[in-house]
C-alpha cells in the first residue's frame, strides 16, 4: 500500500513513489538530490518531531518533517502510528490504548476502543487540539492525548492526490 | 407498586449524556423554561419539579450530563452519586435516559452500564430528526429487544412523541418492581469488561439502524451501508454528522480564517454591547431625570424630597441605565452558545489556554465571566481536571462582568468628548483586553510558581466532543436573558437601594439646613452651596476622612473612597454613590449621567483647587476596577466551589493589593509623563 515517509520504519529501504504535494514541493525535493523513483534507506525517523534522515548513494540526506510527510513510499507492512502523527483525511484503526488513568476511561467512554475506526479531520488552526469523526461524532482531543493512542493507517488522506492534475511529473 | 402506602411522589430522574437533549424534554414535560444550550455541560446542577402524568403527580429531575458510570468531572461525580440517592429526592423510581439519535454506540452504552446496574430505564431517543435529515432511522422494536428496556422516540424541541413517552412513564411506575438495590461502581472499572459492553453495543447499532428508503428492515443492507460508512470513507461519507456542519467548520476552523473569525467574533461581542446599547441608555437616562424633576417638583426640597430624587430615584436609575448593556452581553453570549460556536471556541484556544495552566474548557467559564462571576465559577464545573479547574475559578474575577459595565461606562463617559460611541467601544474593548491579557498573566504566573497552591496534580487532558452547529432558538435565548437580567436586577437592585438609602442618609444629615449668606444668589446657587455645605459637614465625611490618607497617592478623595467601600456590595453601587455624593444639583435639566459627569469635572479635591478627577485619576480608578474584587457574591461562591475559604481569602487579599498598587502606578506614571 502507499504509505508516507514519516511513517516509515527506521533501517527499511523504501522507493519514492511519488509526491502528494505542488511543484514547490518536488523542487524542495530535486535541491536535496532526490526525485521520484530513487530508492532510499530511512536511517532516522524520531517520530516526533524534527527532519528526518536518509541515505541515498551512499549519502546521508536530513528531509524536514514537513516536506517527508508529503513523499509517498510504498509499503507492504501495515503502518502503525501514534495518533498526533496522522494527516489531515487519515483513515485509521485503533490498535492500541497506552494512555493511564483517568484519561482512559474518559477516551473509553468517549468510544476510543481497540478497533474502532477514526478519520482525521483536522488540526485546530493553532496546530493542537486534533478532531477526529469517531464512530458518529466529532471529538476534538489534544495532541499530548493522541501521543498514547496507537493506530494503524487504513487509508491515507491524500487531499485530492488522485484527482489533481499534475502535468509536471511523468507520465 | 402500590402507591397508595407511600405518600412521596415518585421520583423519575433525567440523565443522560451531555447535550442529548434531557434540559429540552424536562422543559416539555414541566412546562419551565430553564435553559438549554448547545455546549457540553450546559447544565451543572439539579431542576426539579412536580409534573402531571396521566393523572399521577411526580417529581421529575434534570441533571447533568454523564458519559458512563464511572465519573470524570465533579458535576458528573454529583450526577452519578445523585443517581444512587439524590440528596433531597433520594433514590430515583425510574430514570428517562434520553440518547442522541445520532451517536447510539456511545450513548447506548451508558444505558447499558445502567440496566447492568439494575435501574429502571426508560431510554427515549432525541434527535431524531437529525438522523432522518440523513437518510436513518431507528428501529426501536429492535432496540427495545436488544436492550431489554423500554424504548420511544422524541424531539425535546417540538414535543413530538411526548405523550407517548408518559404512557410508558405511567405503565412503568405502575409495574415498577420495588427493588432499590442498586450494583455500585466506583471508578476502578474493568477495562476488559467495558471494551465487551463497547463491542456488544457497536453490534447492537448495526442491527437497529436502518436507511429510511429501505425500511423494509434489509438489515444486510444496512449493515453494509454503515460499514461503509463507519469507515468514512468517500462518497456518501456523512451519515450523521452534518454536511452542513462540516461545512461550516472548514471555514470556522479553517487555519487562518478561523482565528480571523474568532478574534471578530469577540471583538464584536465587546464592542456591540456599548454601541447596540446607546440610544436605548439615553432613554432610561432621560426617564429617571424626568422622575427626579418631578419629584422635585412635587415636595420640592424639603429632606424627603431629596430623599426621594436624589437617594432612590437617581440611585436606581443610575444603575438600571446599564440594563440594556447587560441584556446585549446575555443575549449574545446565549446565541453562541446555542449555535454551537462555544465548543469550537473553546477547541480553538485550548493550546494558548494550555501554556498557562488553563484548559480549553475554561472558554466557556471565561466569556461567562463577562456577565457574572458567579455562574460562571459554577459552569467551572466542568473542567475535569481539579488543578485546572481551581486556576480557572481562581482568575475568573479578574474577568470584567457586567456589574463593572456601569463604572467602566461612567469613566470612559469621563474621558472622551460627547456621543462618540465608536472611541467609547474601543475603549471599552481594550479594557476587556486588558482584563484578558492581565487574567492570563495572573494564571500563568500562579501555575508556574506555585504548584502546591492548588495541592494536586492530575493530568491534564481536553477531550470534548463538537457539536453538530443548530438553528439557535431565539424564543428561549431571548426568554432566558430576560430571566439572567431579571435576576440580576432582583439581587442587585436592593442591595443598591439600600446602600442609596443609607448612603443618601449619612451624606445628608447631621446638618440639614447648613446657614449660609444667601445674599445677592439665585435660588439654584443657593441650593447648590447649600448641599456642598451639607455634604461636607456629613457624618460620610467624618468617616471618610480617614480614608483620605490611602486615596491621597491614587489622586483621589476621601468621596471616592466612600463610593469604593459601598461598591463592595455590588460594584455598580460605585456609580450610585457618585451620584449621590458629587451630584449636587438635583432636577436640572441634563439628563442624569451628563451632570453626574459635569458635577465630576467640577469636583476639587476638599481645600484646593485641584480637581479629584483628572485623566490620570481616572485611568487608574479604571485599572483599580479590572483588579479588585468587590463582590462579595464572588467571594461566597468561591468558597462553595473550592470547598475552603483558601482561595476566596487569597483572591481577596491579592487582588486588592493589585488593584490599589497597579492604579497606584499607572497615576503616578501618567502624571510623570505629563499627563495630568
Ligand atoms: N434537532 C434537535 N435538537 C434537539 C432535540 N432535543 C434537543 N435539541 C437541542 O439540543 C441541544 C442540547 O439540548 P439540552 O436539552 O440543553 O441538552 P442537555 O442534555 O440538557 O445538555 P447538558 O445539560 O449540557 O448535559 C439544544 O440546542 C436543544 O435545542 C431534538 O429532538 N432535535
Ligand atoms: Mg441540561
Redesign the interface.
Known amino acids: 500500500m502507499i504509505s508516507r515517509l514519516t511513517y516509515c520504519e527506521e533501517g527499511f529501504s523504501v522507493v519514492i513513489k511519488d509526491l502528494n504535494a505542488g511543484i514547490g514541493a518536488l523542487q524542495n525535493l530535486n535541491n536535496l538530490g532526490l526525485n521520484i523513483g530513487d530508492t532510499i534507506k530511512l536511517l532516522e525517523n524520531s517520530r516526533q518531531e524534527g527532519p528526518l534522515s536518509v541515505e541515498f548513494n551512499s549519502r546521508e540526506i536530513r528531509i524536514g518533517r514537513e516536506l517527508a510527510g508529503k513523499i509517498l513510499i510504498e509499503t507492504e507492512s501495515p503502518v502503525i502510528v501514534t495518533l498526533d502523527q496522522v494527516k489531515v483525511g487519515d ?1 485509521v484503526e485503533v490498535t492500541k490504548m497506552n494512555s493511564a ?11 476510543l ?3 474502532v ?1 477514526l ?1 482525521v ?9 486534533i ?1 477526529v ?1 469517531i ?8 495532541l ?2 493522541a501521543r498514547s493512542i496507537e493506530v494503524k493507517i ?2 491515507f488522506g491524500l487531499n485530492g492526490y488522485r484527482s489533481k492534475k499534475r502535468w509536471w511529473t511523468k507520465g | 407498586m402500590n402507591k397508595n402506602i407511600i405518600e412521596k411522589a415518585p421520583l423519575i430522574s433525567l440523565v443522560g449524556p451531555p447535550n442529548s437533549g434531557k434540559t429540552s424534554l424536562f422543559n416539555h414535560l414541566s412546562g419551565k423554561n430553564l435553559k438549554t444550550v448547545n455546549y457540553p455541560g450546559s447544565t451543572v446542577f439539579f431542576s426539579s419539579s412536580e409534573v402531571n402524568v396521566h393523572g399521577e403527580l411526580i417529581n421529575l429531575l434534570d441533571s447533568p450530563g454523564i458519559i458512563s458510570l464511572i465519573p470524570d468531572s465533579p458535576d458528573e461525580q454529583v450526577a452519578i452519586d445523585a443517581l444512587y440517592a439524590h440528596p433531597m429526592f433520594g433514590k430515583p423510581d425510574l430514570l428517562v435516559v434520553t440518547i442522541d439519535a445520532n451517536q447510539l454506540s456511545r450513548h447506548l452504552f451508558l444505558v447499558r452500564q445502567l440496566t447492568i446496574a439494575g435501574f429502571d430505564v426508560i431510554a427515549a431517543i432525541t434527535m431524531n430528526d437529525i438522523l432522518e435529515r440523513n437518510g436513518y432511522t431507528i428501529d426501536t422494536h429492535s432496540l427495545e429487544l436488544e436492550l431489554g428496556c423500554t424504548v420511544c422516540k422524541i424531539d425535546g424541541r417540538t414535543g413530538k412523541g411526548l405523550d407517548i413517552l408518559r404512557n410508558k412513564l405511567k405503565d412503568k411506575l405502575d409495574t415498577a418492581s420495588a427493588n432499590n438495590d442498586y450494583k455500585r461502581n466506583n471508578g476502578s472499572g474493568d477495562t476488559d469488561e467495558l471494551i465487551s459492553i463497547y463491542r456488544e453495543i457497536g453490534n447492537i447499532e448495526e442491527r437497529v439502524l436502518l436507511k429510511l428508503s429501505e425500511v423494509n428492515r434489509n438489515v444486510r443492507t444496512a449493515n453494509e451501508a454503515l460499514n461503509i460508512l463507519n469507515i468514512g470513507s468517500s462518497g456518501s461519507e456523512t451519515r450523521t454528522i452534518d454536511k452542513l456542519t462540516l461545512r461550516i467548520d472548514r471555514i470556522i476552523l479553517h487555519p487562518q480564517w478561523g482565528l480571523l473569525i474568532f478574534f471578530i467574533t469577540m471583538a464584536v461581542l465587546f464592542t456591540s454591547i456599548f454601541w447596540l446599547a446607546l440610544p436605548l441608555m439615553d432613554l432610561i437616562d432621560e426617564i429617571f431625570s424626568e422622575l427626579a424633576i418631578i419629584s422635585t417638583g412635587i415636595f420640592q426640597h424639603s429632606w424627603l424630597g431629596d430623599l426621594i430624587s436624589d437617594g432612590i430615584i437617581n440611585g436606581v436609575g443610575s444603575v438600571l441605565v446599564f440594563l440594556p448593556q447587560i441584556i446585549i452581553l446575555f443575549l449574545l453570549l446565549g446565541f453562541l452558545e446555542d449555535v454551537g460556536y462555544l465548543a469550537r471556541g473553546a477547541m480553538l484556544v485550548d493550546k494558548p489556554l494550555s501554556k498557562i495552566g488553563l484548559n480549553g474548557k475554561s472558554f466557556v467559564p471565561m466569556l461567562s465571566g463577562f456577565a457574572c462571576a458567579i455562574p460562571a465559577i459554577m459552569a467551572a464545573r466542568t473542567i475535569p481536571n481539579r488543578r485546572e479547574r481551581l486556576l480557572t475559578i481562581f482568575i475568573l474575577p479578574l474577568m470584567s462582568c457586567s456589574a463593572r459595565l456601569p463604572v467602566f461606562a461612567l469613566l470612559i463617559a469621563f474621558l472622551i468628548p460627547a456621543g462618540n460611541a465608536w472611541i467609547g467601544g474601543l475603549i471599552l474593548a481594550s479594557i476587556y483586553m486588558f482584563s484578558i491579557l492581565s487574567s492570563s498573566a495572573v494564571a500563568g504566573i500562579i501555575s508556574k510558581f506555585s504548584n502546591q497552591f492548588v495541592g494536586v496534580m492530575d493530568s491534564s487532558s481536553f477531550i470534548l466532543e463538537l457539536p453538530t452547529y443548530k438553528v439557535p432558538k431565539i424564543k428561549i435565548i431571548i426568554k432566558s436573558t430576560l430571566q439572567s437580567s431579571y435576576s440580576y436586577i432582583s439581587k442587585a437592585g436592593p442591595v443598591i437601594l439600600t446602600f442609596s438609602v443609607v448612603l443618601w442618609f449619612l451624606t445628608y444629615f447631621p446638618n440639614t439646613d447648613p446657614r449660609i449668606d444667601e445674599d445677592g444668589l439665585t435660588v439654584q446657587q443657593i441650593q447648590e452651596i447649600k448641599s456642598a455645605e451639607r455634604v461636607a459637614t456629613s457624618y460620610a465625611s467624618e468617616l471618610g476622612k480617614i480614608l483620605q490618607p490611602v486615596m491621597e497617592p491614587i489622586g483621589l478623595d476621601w468621596r471616592v473612597g466612600v463610593s469604593l467601600i459601598s461598591a463592595f456590595a455590588a460594584r455598580e453601587v460605585f456609580v450610585s454613590s457618585l451620584a449621590l455624593i458629587f451630584k449636587v444639583t438635583a432636577g436640572d435639566d441634563d439628563a442624569m449621567q451628563e451632570s453626574l459627569i459635569s458635577a465630576m469635572r467640577n469636583a476639587k479635591i476638599e481645600n484646593t483647587d485641584r480637581n479629584v478627577f483628572t485623566t490620570s485619576s481616572v485611568i487608574g480608578l479604571i485599572i483599580f476596577f479590572v483588579f479588585a474584587l468587590q463582590c462579595l457574591s464572588t467571594v461566597a461562591v468561591s468558597k462553595q466551589e473550592t470547598g475552603s475559604w483558601r482561595i476566596p481569602a487569597v483572591q481577596l487579599i491579592l487582588f486588592s493589593i493589585l488593584a490599589y498598587s497597579l492604579s497606584f502606578v499607572t497615576v503616578n506614571l501618567l502624571r510623570v509623563i505629563g499627563i495630568a
Request: aromatic residues 8%.
Open positions: 483513515i488513568g483517568d484519561i482512559r476511561y474518559r477516551l473509553l467512554d468517549m468510544g476502543v481497540r478497533g475506526k478519520k479531520i483536522r488540526f485546530a488552526p493553532l496546530g493542537d487540539p478532531e469523526k464512530n458518529e461524532f466529532m471529538l476534538s482531543l489534544r499530548e492525548e487504513l487509508e
